[in-house]
């Protein structure tokens, strides 16, 4: 099944999916802070809605830290 453009997110997309600011994602690209992945298309940043999921994966807390 081809899900097309739904699964490639822009900035506004991505963070609200991540329950972040846009303006966090630009923070986070520009200073390398996370492992995220992205596209740039010419000055246009898109994200997959995959890696997105797989970040969210890869930073699951399973107990509080101490």
Not at 3 to 28: C, F, K, M, Q
């Amino acid at each position: 099944m081809d899900t097309g453009e739904r699964d490639i997110l822009n900035s506004a997309e991505a963070a609200e999916y991540l329950r972040v600011t846009p303006h966090t994602l630009a923070i986070w690209r520009s200073e390398k802070r996370y492992d995220l992945p992205f596209v740039r298309i010419g000055r246009f940043v898109r994200y997959r809605r995959e890696d997105l999921r797989r970040f969210i994966d890869g930073h699951m807390q399973t107990r509080q830290p101490l």
